[in-house]
T-cell receptor, first 112, second 113 residues
Framework: DQQVKQNSPSLSVQEGRISILNCDYTNSMFDYFLWYKKYPAEGPTFLIS?????DKNEDGRFTVFLNKSAKHLSLHIVPSQPGDSAVYFCAASAGSARQLTFGSGTQLTVLP | ETGVTQSPTHLIKTRGQQVTLRCSSQSGHNTVSWYQQALGQGPQFIFQ???????GRGNFPPRFSGLQFPNYSSELNVNALELDDSALYLCASSWGHNNSPLHFGNGTRLTVT
């Protein structure tokens, strides 16, 4: 049973446009959500997070939106740059457990 | 600031053998977690260590075991290797129990033949 789902395995976007990556979850106990970016041959790198008490968190070009009623979160990247091309993972945790449950990832390709 | 380092980077083992993977935490981090990432999937939580004690475990059999040392470095041991154990093994460190983000190493690619 996949508790965190990223239904789009891949996404292509033109440089300068907005990239929107989506993530759905089923476990209502999740209260902390993160996005990680992964380049080939490297470990995942933390991008941005959001607590369930918020519905939006912004850091530079990256904004994460959380819709608790829909159990849905999204990552917006604007403007997209070729260096953003990577696999993006959505992850969630419950309470203080620190155990992250990851989605299967979305390969983002930003075309120059 | 030294990041999370893992060794070796690649490893090939035969089914039934045992393997030990090593991880050095990021400077100042006292919590270490291990994840298994199979091809085409997201990382799956194996277990976490805090102050040298196991502090949470995912859905992995007992043949997956670990250690954390006083300097917060860690080992992942897998006994009786199976073909399905072939994966990228990621170590991540963080500080304390709060929601500080995990910092991942580049992983060890294990192939079981």
């Amino acid at each position: 049973d996949q508790q965190v789902k990223q239904n789009s395995p891949s996404l292509s976007v033109q440089e300068g446009r907005i990239s929107i990556l989506n993530c759905d979850y089923t476990n209502s106990m999740f209260d902390y959500f993160l996005w990680y970016k992964k380049y080939p041959a490297e470990g995942p790198t933390f991008l941005i997070s959001i607590s369930s008490i918020k519905d939006k968190n912004e850091d530079g070009r990256f904004t994460v939106f959380l819709n608790k009623s829909a159990k849905h979160l999204s990552l917006h990247i604007v403007p997209s740059q070729p260096g953003d091309s990577a696999v993006y993972f959505c992850a969630a945790s419950a309470g203080s457990a620190r155990q992250l449950t990851f989605g299967s990832g979305t390969q983002l390709t930003v075309l120059p | 600031e030294t990041g999370v380092t893992q060794s070796p980077t690649h490893l090939i083992k035969t089914r039934g053998q045992q393997v030990t993977l090593r991880c050095s935490s990021q400077s100042g981090h006292n919590t270490v977690s291990w994840y298994q990432q199979a091809l085409g999937q997201g990382p799956q939580f194996i277990f976490q260590y805090y102050r040298e004690e196991e502090n949470g475990r995912g859905n992995f059999p007992p043949r997956f075991s670990g250690l954390q040392f006083p300097n917060y470095s860690s080992e992942l041991n897998v006994n009786a290797l199976e073909l399905d154990d072939s994966a990228l093994y990621l170590c991540a460190s963080s500080w304390g129990h709060n929601n500080s983000p995990l910092h991942f190493g580049n992983g060890t690619r294990l192939t079981v033949t």
